[in-house]
């Protein structure tokens, strides 16, 4: 015995909204604005997949939270256009593509522990970081170990490169005393 047809229910058509005028709509956005700010004072936002570090900074920061989560999007928006240039059988999209999906990622994680893991900064990760030694090496002599490139808090500056990058003033006065008086 053959199925008998549905019957068919027409939905309901919406009609469409009578365009605003120039008053109304300002209004609107103004009413927008202040339950906006309303509801931004009686329930601040909370960043718990943040590191407290991170949120504390200051939005000036070089590697403030709002500067990172640009850089990440600008990053994946890279990766998705690499993507396209892959299947596409474009030479070297393949490496960008890996690039940009893993400084995403390290960025990512950044914001997670408040390390940063790359050698870079950057939007486009562009701006070599920085590195600081926080607790001195000894040779067997006594005296410290030094790496090129490396910022000494007990010298104020960073090792062997020059003034204008960073490294030992030129009117800076050699240290009085050495590490082997204290020994």
């Not at 027409?10 to 339950?35: D, G």
């Not at 062997?160 to 020994?183: W, Y």
Request: glycine content about 6%.
């Amino acid at each position: 015995m053959a199925k008998e047809p549905e019957k068919y229910e027409r939905k309901k058509i919406r009609k469409p909204r009578k365009p605003m005028t120039a008053e109304q709509k300002a209004a609107a956005v103004e009413r927008l604005r202040l339950a906006r700010e309303k509801k931004a004072k009686e329930n601040p936002p909370t960043y718990k997949n943040i590191h407290p570090d991170v949120v504390a900074l200051d939005p000036e920061d070089p590697l403030s939270m709002h500067r990172v989560k640009e850089w990440i999007k600008t990053q994946r928006e890279i990766a998705s256009e690499e993507r396209k240039n892959e299947r596409n059988g474009i030479k070297g999209a393949t490496a960008k593509r890996c690039r940009a999906e893993g400084y995403a990622r390290s960025m990512t994680r950044y914001l997670e522990d408040s390390v940063w893991n790359d050698g870079y900064y950057g939007e486009h990760a562009t701006l070599p970081m920085n590195r600081v030694c926080t607790t001195l090496a000894y040779n067997k002599d006594g005296t410290p170990k030094r790496t090129w490139g490396v910022y000494y808090p007990d010298l104020g500056y960073v090792w062997g490169v020059s003034e204008e990058r960073g490294g030992k003033p030129a009117d800076m006065p050699e240290p009085e005393s050495s590490l082997e008086d204290f020994l």
